[in-house]
């Protein structure tokens, strides 16, 4: 569906939130202590924490509260809360972005060319040639998202350039080029929208009444803001690209819900750390990686 008009990487990274929104609802009943592991690059460090004494655990969530805290009152509330899984986001972003940097510059030369990142992600030119339609279509998209971030135009992407490049959706002047991506995969009929039936795709031809009539319901209720039977402009946008904002605080939220023992809107240190494995198992704590590299955190202090 909308997978093509983003690079492999930012491909992996939006499933993997849309898979996280699945999977934290199930958190506070199964206390998953390996939740944490899924995210990109975090499963050595989710070993490592699983290892940890659990009051060696604690003692390091008590060090990220107090960094959450921004006001000082040792307590969180819904806001600092947000604010820091949000702060979790733009690390992780980071964090991928330098690993991608660092795989794609084959000469070390702290600059990535764009053979450089077709060979690393594609793979050489006789590999090249047995590419699918599919993967010709990414690395198209690619080469037009590598052009954008260039913005000196020297044929190179520094490790600044390089972030934008990597999450194109993070980035509002990369949004343009999302979209129009977006239309040549999905306008068939090239009228610059996007009706249900381009919508679904050939979805629609292998899935049940059920499956359509959940679909239609998203495509009218959450996507199509004035109902017009057809999505344009941020309406598609805000179909393939996902609102940090948006899961930042519905995370918040399952936090609060599964938390606040005493019902009063707020966290105290002691209820966060009593419900440790929840957050453990959050974006909050980046799945237990900020509890592994505290020494980040502690530096700040």
């Given at each position: 569906?909308?997978?093509?008009?983003?690079?492999?990487?930012?491909?992996?990274?939006?499933?993997?939130?849309?898979?996280?929104?699945?999977?934290?609802?199930?958190?506070?009943?199964?206390?998953?202590?390996?939740?944490?592991?899924?995210?990109?690059?975090?499963?050595?460090?989710?070993?490592?924490?699983?290892?940890?004494?659990?009051?060696?655990?604690?003692?390091?969530?008590?060090?990220?509260?107090?960094?959450?805290?921004?006001?000082?009152?040792?307590?969180?509330?819904?806001?600092?809360?947000?604010?820091?899984?949000?702060?979790?986001?733009?690390?992780?972003?980071?964090?991928?972005?330098?690993?991608?940097?660092?795989?794609?510059?084959?000469?070390?030369?702290?600059?990535?060319?764009?053979?450089?990142?077709?060979?690393?992600?594609?793979?050489?030119?006789?590999?090249?040639?047995?590419?699918?339609?599919?993967?010709?279509?990414?690395?198209?998209?690619?080469?037009?998202?590598?052009?954008?971030?260039?913005?000196?135009?020297?044929?190179?992407?520094?490790?600044?350039e390089?972030?934008?490049?990597?999450h194109?959706?993070?980035?509002?002047?990369?949004?343009?080029?999302?979209?129009?991506?977006t239309l040549?995969?999905?306008?068939?009929?090239?009228?610059g929208?996007?009706?249900?039936?381009?919508?679904?795709?050939?979805?629609?031809?292998?899935?049940?009444?059920?499956?359509?009539?959940?679909?239609?319901?998203?495509?009218?209720?959450?996507?199509?803001?004035?109902?017009?039977?057809?999505?344009?402009?941020?309406?598609?946008?805000?179909?393939?690209?996902?609102?940090?904002?948006?899961?930042?605080?519905?995370?918040?939220?399952?936090?609060?819900?599964?938390?606040?023992?005493?019902?009063?809107?707020?966290?105290?240190?002691?209820?966060?750390?009593?419900?440790?494995?929840?957050?453990?198992?959050?974006?909050?704590?980046?799945?237990?990686?900020?509890l592994?590299?505290?020494?980040?955190?502690?530096?700040?202090?």
């Amino acid at each position: 569906w909308k997978s093509k008009q983003l690079s492999v990487t930012d491909l992996f990274k939006m499933l993997m939130v849309i898979f996280l929104l699945v999977l934290k609802y199930s958190i506070g009943l199964a206390k998953d202590q390996h939740t944490h592991s899924i995210l990109p690059g975090s499963v050595k460090d989710a070993e490592e924490y699983d290892h940890l004494p659990p009051e060696e655990a604690k003692r390091r969530l008590g060090i990220l509260l107090t960094k959450m805290d921004l006001n000082k009152d040792e307590q969180i509330d819904r806001k600092e809360l947000t604010a820091w899984i949000l702060r979790s986001f733009k690390m992780l972003t980071a964090e991928e972005s330098t690993e991608r940097f660092e795989d794609a510059d084959e000469n070390e030369d702290g600059k990535v060319s764009w053979e450089e990142y077709k060979n690393d992600a594609y793979g050489t030119e006789e590999e090249e040639e047995s590419l699918s339609l599919e993967e010709e279509s990414l690395l198209k998209n690619d080469k037009i998202m590598f052009n954008a971030a260039d913005k000196n135009q020297d044929g190179f992407l520094t490790r600044e350039e390089f972030v934008p490049f990597s999450h194109p959706e993070e980035h509002p002047d990369m949004l343009p080029l999302i979209l129009n991506n977006t239309l040549e995969e999905k306008d068939l009929n090239n009228d610059g929208e996007i009706d249900f039936q381009e919508f679904i795709g050939e979805n629609g031809q292998t899935h049940n009444k059920e499956w359509l009539l959940t679909e239609k319901e998203k495509f009218d209720e959450e996507y199509d803001k004035d109902h017009d039977g057809k999505l344009s402009g941020n309406e598609i946008l805000s179909w393939v690209v996902p609102s940090n904002a948006e899961i930042a605080a519905e995370e918040t939220d399952h936090l609060f819900a599964s938390a606040d023992d005493d019902h009063d809107d707020i966290l105290s240190f002691d209820e966060i750390i009593d419900n440790h494995e929840i957050f453990v198992g959050s974006e909050a704590t980046d799945y237990g990686t900020h509890l592994h590299n505290i020494h980040h955190f502690e530096d700040e202090l």
